[in-house]
């Protein structure tokens, strides 16, 4: 990545461990200096790792049951990212309310102006 | 302007941002998915990219003779999970069991969705097929094979879901009074999907719809027709007990030390070697446990026959050592006794299928 920009992503599950490596790989990883926690269809944890662009990536379900755990090389996972189709519906979201805070505020003048 | 959601153009990606769902949560679910369909990292963009503007498929569900334990599967998940999300945003078109029209009512719209999305919907089956009196299972006077042939002569693909769809199940054990089938015994001109179980494990139907909504494929298989990504790998393989197996620890009654410690359940019937599915993995009740966990050897519900295996309780084979010293060798040869157990366990199992006559653990000796 440090050549090239090219970001892998290494899925946990997919590697045979016996009971206990994966706890000591996340042992040997963690942890850095950031930590965030996503809400999104259940509860995410993404720590990047002692190891500065190697992140660990853990996604659970509503009922904190692991649904998939990844190490990601990246500079920041993509998860983390604010999505475009997010934030064009937000901005649709933000209009609508300043629209309605515009409209209610317009009545307020007008019927102070009324009086 | 909001899309009707109940038009059949609708895509996947506007059904799930109807319900709210952040472009964040879905490529969270995407990730997921590639993990569970075993599919590289590397994939996620794709099946994001292929879920999104997928089409609403139709889907035409079949009940034939069954306990209804399969639906039950489905849409009795503990919370309301992307998965299930998924499941809601087919058209479902057809379920006499879920629909609330009946009768001629239901029948048209069986024949509409077929008529409207020729060559393109999904048949989905649950129960086996009464090949001696037709009028052991009907639906509108429409006898089960007759509905079947009619239904899967322009389907895309045909899924089946449950043992008894799959293999026969319970109706086919013996005696077998209603001379009932699975589906591949009677459609041999369509790609069939065998989800056995019984019942199957939610994830993996909808891990089959999302294989087919991704890439309009349906997956690869194993020799029975189920998903390799689900069926690939025997219970026993993925056991968590498999160690005290390796090392001949043993439970020899469900009140034991050996069964207080969390020994092994072979000696007491357990089916893992024989079984494939993905119980020891993705487990029930939203992840909680599966049979084993909860102490009780597996029955091996997803493989044919397993009603006549034998008995749940009689261990499949007897090693011609004693247990202890097989496990040494187990030891030393990693999996392969485990793999020769159950594939001697297999053999006799097949057999006795075939003969439909009860195995006995004398037989199993022999």
Same mark, same amino acid.
């Given at each position: 990545?440090?050549?090239?920009?090219? /970001?892998?992503?290494?899925?946990?599950? $997919?590697?045979?461990?016996?009971?206990? !490596?994966?706890?000591? *790989?996340? #042992?040997? &990883?963690?942890?850095?200096?950031?930590?965030?926690?996503?809400?999104?269809?259940?509860?995410?944890?993404?720590?990047?790792?002692?190891?500065?662009?190697?992140?660990?990536? /853990?996604?659970?379900?509503?009922?904190? $049951?692991?649904?998939?755990?990844?190490? !990601?090389?990246?500079? *920041?996972? #993509?998860? &983390?990212?604010?999505?475009?189709?997010?934030?064009?519906?937000?901005?649709?979201?933000?209009?609508?309310?300043?629209?309605?805070?515009?409209?209610?505020?317009?009545?307020? /003048?007008?019927?102070?102006?009324?009086? | 302007?909001?899309?009707?959601?109940?038009?059949?153009?609708?895509?996947?990606?506007?059904?799930?941002?109807?319900?709210?769902?952040?472009?964040?949560?879905?490529?969270?679910?995407?990730?997921?998915?590639?993990?569970?369909?075993?599919?590289?990292?590397?994939?996620?963009?794709?099946?994001?990219?292929?879920?999104?503007?997928?089409?609403?498929?139709?889907?035409?569900?079949?009940?034939?003779?069954?306990?209804?334990?399969?639906?039950?599967?489905?849409?009795?998940?503990?919370?309301?999970?992307?998965?299930?999300?998924?499941?809601?945003?087919?058209?479902?078109?057809?379920?006499?069991?879920?629909?609330?029209?009946?009768?001629?009512?239901?029948?048209?719209?069986?024949?509409?969705?077929?008529?409207?999305?020729?060559?393109?919907?999904?048949?989905?089956?649950?129960?086996?097929?009464?090949?001696?009196?037709?009028?052991?299972?009907?639906?509108?006077?429409?006898?089960?094979?007759?509905?079947?042939?009619?239904?899967?002569?322009?389907?895309?693909?045909?899924?089946?879901?449950?043992?008894?769809?799959?293999?026969?199940?319970?109706?086919?054990?013996?005696?077998?009074?209603?001379?009932?089938?699975?589906?591949?015994?009677?459609?041999?001109?369509?790609?069939?999907?065998?989800?056995?179980?019984?019942?199957?494990?939610?994830?993996?139907?909808?891990?089959?719809?999302?294989?087919?909504?991704?890439?309009?494929?349906?997956?690869?298989?194993?020799?029975?027709?189920?998903?390799?990504?689900?069926?690939?790998?025997s219970?026993h393989?993925?056991?968590?007990?498999?160690?005290?197996?390796?090392?001949?620890?043993?439970?020899?009654?469900?009140?034991?030390?050996?069964?207080?410690?969390?020994?092994?359940?072979y000696?007491?019937?357990?089916k893992g070697p024989t079984t494939?599915?993905?119980?020891?993995?993705?487990?029930?009740?939203?992840?909680?446990?599966?049979?084993?966990?909860?102490?009780?050897?597996?029955?091996?519900?997803?493989?044919?026959?397993?009603?006549?295996g034998g008995?749940?309780?009689k261990a499949i084979s007897i090693p011609t050592e004693?247990?202890?010293?097989t496990?040494?060798?187990?030891?030393?040869?990693?999996?392969a006794v485990g793999v020769a157990a159950g594939t001697l366990g297999r053999i006799k199992k097949s057999a006795a299928?075939?003969?439909?006559?009860?195995v006995?653990i004398?037989d199993l000796e022999k």
């Amino acid at each position: 990545m440090l050549e090239t920009g090219e /970001t892998r992503m290494i899925d946990l599950r $997919s590697i045979p461990l016996a009971p206990g !490596e994966e706890q000591t *790989i996340i #042992d040997t &990883l963690c942890c850095g200096e950031v930590h965030a926690t996503l809400n999104a269809l259940g509860p995410s944890e993404i720590h990047e790792t002692r190891f500065t662009g190697v992140w660990l990536v /853990t996604h659970y379900n509503e009922e904190n $049951s692991v649904i998939g755990r990844f190490i !990601e090389i990246t500079k *920041i996972p #993509d998860i &983390l990212q604010s999505q475009q189709e997010d934030m064009a519906i937000a901005l649709q979201q933000l209009e609508s309310e300043l629209d309605e805070w515009g409209e209610s505020d317009k009545t307020e /003048t007008q019927a102070e102006t009324n009086t | 302007m909001t899309k009707d959601l109940s038009r059949k153009d609708t895509t996947l990606g506007d059904a799930l941002r109807s319900k709210g769902i952040s472009r964040r949560s879905f490529l969270k679910f995407c990730a997921a998915t590639a993990s569970m369909m075993a599919l590289p990292p590397s994939m996620i963009p794709t099946i994001a990219n292929a879920l999104e503007k997928a089409r609403r498929p139709s889907v035409i569900w079949l009940s034939f003779q069954e306990c209804t334990g399969c639906t039950e599967s489905l849409t009795r998940a503990h919370t309301a999970t992307v998965e299930s999300l998924i499941f809601d945003s087919i058209s479902l078109d057809y379920h006499h069991t879920l629909q609330a029209a009946a009768g001629h009512a239901a029948e048209a719209a069986r024949e509409a969705a077929m008529e409207e999305n020729k060559d393109k919907y999904l048949v989905v089956v649950d129960g086996s097929i009464p090949m001696d009196n037709p009028g052991y299972s009907t639906i509108a006077g429409i006898s089960n094979y007759d509905m079947l042939v009619d239904t899967a002569k322009h389907a895309a693909a045909i899924v089946t879901v449950g043992t008894c769809a799959a293999f026969g199940g319970i109706p086919h054990a013996k005696p077998n009074p209603t001379g009932a089938v699975a589906v591949s015994d009677i459609i041999k001109d369509k790609p069939i999907i065998n989800v056995s179980g019984c019942p199957p494990i939610p994830v993996v139907i909808t891990g089959v719809l999302t294989h087919f909504l991704t890439f309009g494929t349906i997956p690869d298989l194993d020799n029975l027709g189920r998903p390799k990504t689900f069926f690939g790998q025997s219970i026993h393989d993925r056991c968590y007990r498999r160690p005290f197996y390796d090392k001949g620890l043993f439970a020899e009654s469900f009140d034991d030390e050996g069964a207080r410690e969390g020994w092994c359940l072979y000696k007491l019937g357990c089916k893992g070697p024989t079984t494939y599915n993905a119980c020891a993995t993705t487990k029930w009740n939203g992840g909680v446990s599966f049979p084993i966990e909860s102490g009780h050897p597996c029955i091996g519900c997803s493989e044919p026959n397993f009603w006549d295996g034998g008995g749940f309780y009689k261990a499949i084979s007897i090693p011609t050592e004693n247990l202890t010293q097989t496990a040494i060798y187990s030891a030393a040869a990693g999996a392969a006794v485990g793999v020769a157990a159950g594939t001697l366990g297999r053999i006799k199992k097949s057999a006795a299928g075939k003969a439909h006559d009860k195995v006995t653990i004398d037989d199993l000796e022999k």
